[in-house]
């Protein structure tokens, strides 16, 4: 038998996936899992921080409840950013809202205006009205998110039913953390308009070269209701970086309008 802050130690060691399932295990187990010991543990170093920047204080009783809470999203940085931990590892995830990226005459009332009460977790989000450039851009430094980890970073989106000149020509994607970039391209449309898309002549040229060049990428369904696209994945590693992420489109100057941002988020891979 051994005292139930060793076994708190030893379980504060492994993950919350762990943690939880050692809670089973026995009675002893189960209060040694419940101990401020492990979930102290488990919060990431900083927490401190964050429940310091919360827009909505937090209340709880034991480190444990404050983890499980942090697992869902809470608002941060005077509502600008979105904050939540990865529930079985414990890795951060953040999203930047549109108001905190950098869109190419985002301030311009002729090209994009920002518009409340949607369906967001933030207060605002920018919408296109048109454009021929399409640039958006946001930063994050490693020493924010989690050490060691895979990292994805994702454009939230919506595409309006009065869209146009959006999947004209591909985006760029790229991704760079210090001197290394990684590029990729993707067509932003809507799944269900590739139909539309085949019944209008116009368009059959077009498709056709996209599926014989590459596997078209588009954007992907949320649980939230919005849409997301992969911009491209990185590796935090312990040395402290800035993460450029970007979309651009600006081959053509083809007028487009009709998209809905909401933000980056940049959460860790599976």
Known sequence: MLPQDCVSTIISLTSPRDACRSSVVSSIFRSATESDIVWERFLPSDYGDIVSRLVTPLNYSSKKEL???????????????????EKSSG?????????????????????????TGTESRFLEVAVLRTTSWLEIQGKIRTLLISPKTTYGAYLILKILDQAYGLDSVPSEMSIQVGNQVSTSTAYIRRQDSKEECQNNMNHIEVLETRFIEEIERIPSEREDGWMEIE??????????????????????????????IEGIEVRPKL
């Not at 983890?67 to 931990?85: A, E, T």
């Open 231 to 260: 911009l491209g994945e990185f590796f935090s590693g312990e040395d402290d970086e800035e993460v450029k992420m970007s979309l651009m489109e600006v081959k053509g100057y083809q007028l487009k309008g009709g998209l809905v």
């Open 67 to 85: 983890y499980l809470r942090l697992c869902h999203p809470v608002l941060i940085d005077g509502g600008n950013k979105s904050f939540m931990l």
């Open 91 to 115: 890795r951060k995830s953040f999203v930047l809202s549109a108001r905190e990226l950098s869109i190419t005459w985002g301030d311009e009332p002729l090209y994009w205006c920002w518009i």
